[in-house]
């Protein structure tokens, strides 16, 4: 059975940190593209952040880079997203996804920045 599971979201101030983490099991991980994307209230799911099976590729929204960091950890089965100097546009639940042949997604992890 498929799973992405995230975790880490919650309650920040305007210029916090958090970091997300999104645990896979159910397939190959190392084989997977994963990515962040996230909704806010009103607007359409966007892509913030990708990151290739091993790692030599990694891609930002423009509204995140310098900010925000992707990375992976394959013998984990886990993609972290590294969030620095959080703004209140960042609101939003972001979700990941596994994608290669086949997409998964995960339920998603609320991440709320206000002060």
């Known amino acids: 059975q498929v799973q992405l599971v995230e975790s880490g979201g919650g309650l920040v101030h305007p210029g916090g940190s958090l970091r997300l983490s999104c645990a896979a099991s159910?397939?190959?991980?190392?084989?997977?593209?994963m990515s962040w994307y996230r909704r806010a209230p009103g607007k359409e799911r966007e892509l913030v952040a990708d990151?290739?099976?091993?790692?030599?590729?990694?891609d930002y929204a423009e509204s995140v880079k310098g900010r925000f960091t992707i990375s992976r950890d394959n013998a984990k089965n886990t993609v972290y997203l590294q969030m620095n100097n959080l703004k209140p546009e960042d609101t939003a639940v972001y979700y990941c996804?596994?994608?290669?042949?086949?997409?998964?997604w995960g339920q998603g992890t609320q991440v709320t920045v206000s002060s």
């Open positions: 159910g397939f190959t991980f190392s084989d997977y593209a």
């Open positions: 996804k596994a994608a290669r042949l086949q997409v998964y």
């Open positions: 990151i290739s099976p091993a790692s030599r590729g990694v």
